[in-house]
C-alpha cells in the first residue's frame, strides 16, 4: 500500500520556524516530482513549493519565498519543508504529494496523484 506519512507540524510562534517530513512507504518516488500544499481554513488547497526528482530544481509560491525551503532524500524515501519567519497567515493544514500524471504541469493539483494525511500547522501572533 503506497502512503505518504507528513510529520513535524505543531504550534509555533509568529517569527519561529518548523521543518515538516513527508515520508513514503510502499513505493519509491525517487523519480517523481514531489511538492507541500497548504489549506488554510476557508480556501483551496494551493501549492507552496514542488521539487524535482533530483532535488536539483524547486518551485515556490510567492507566498512563501525566500521563507520555506524544499529538500529531498530519495535514499530515505522522504521529503522535507524548513519553514522559517512563520507568519499567522502560514496556518492550515499540510499536505505532501507526489505527482502522477505527468501530462499535466507539477504546478497543477491535478497532476498529483498521491497525498498524505495532512498536518496541522498553527502559527500564534
Known amino acids: 500500500q503506497v502512503q505518504l506519512a507528513e510529520s513535524g507540524g505543531g504550534l509555533v510562534q509568529a517569527g519561529g520556524s518548523l521543518r515538516l517530513s513527508c515520508a513514503a512507504s510502499?513505493?519509491?518516488?525517487?523519480?517523481?516530482?514531489m511538492g507541500w500544499f497548504r489549506q488554510a481554513p476557508g480556501k483551496e488547497r494551493e501549492l507552496l513549493a514542488a521539487?524535482?526528482?533530483?532535488?536539483?530544481?524547486?518551485y515556490y509560491a510567492d507566498s512563501v519565498k525566500g521563507r520555506f525551503i524544499i529538500s529531498r532524500d530519495n535514499a530515505k524515501n522522504t521529503m522535507y519543508l524548513q519553514m522559517n519567519s512563520l507568519k499567522p497567515e502560514d496556518t492550515g493544514v499540510y499536505y505532501c504529494?507526489?505527482?502522477?500524471?505527468?501530462?499535466?504541469?507539477?504546478?497543477?493539483?491535478?497532476?498529483?496523484?498521491?497525498w498524505g494525511q495532512g498536518t496541522q500547522v498553527t502559527v500564534s501572533s
Open positions: 504529494a507526489a505527482q502522477k500524471d505527468y501530462g499535466l504541469g507539477y504546478r497543477q493539483y491535478a497532476a498529483y496523484g498521491y
Open positions: 510502499g513505493r519509491t518516488f525517487s523519480n517523481d516530482t
Open positions: 521539487i524535482n526528482w533530483s532535488g536539483g530544481s524547486a
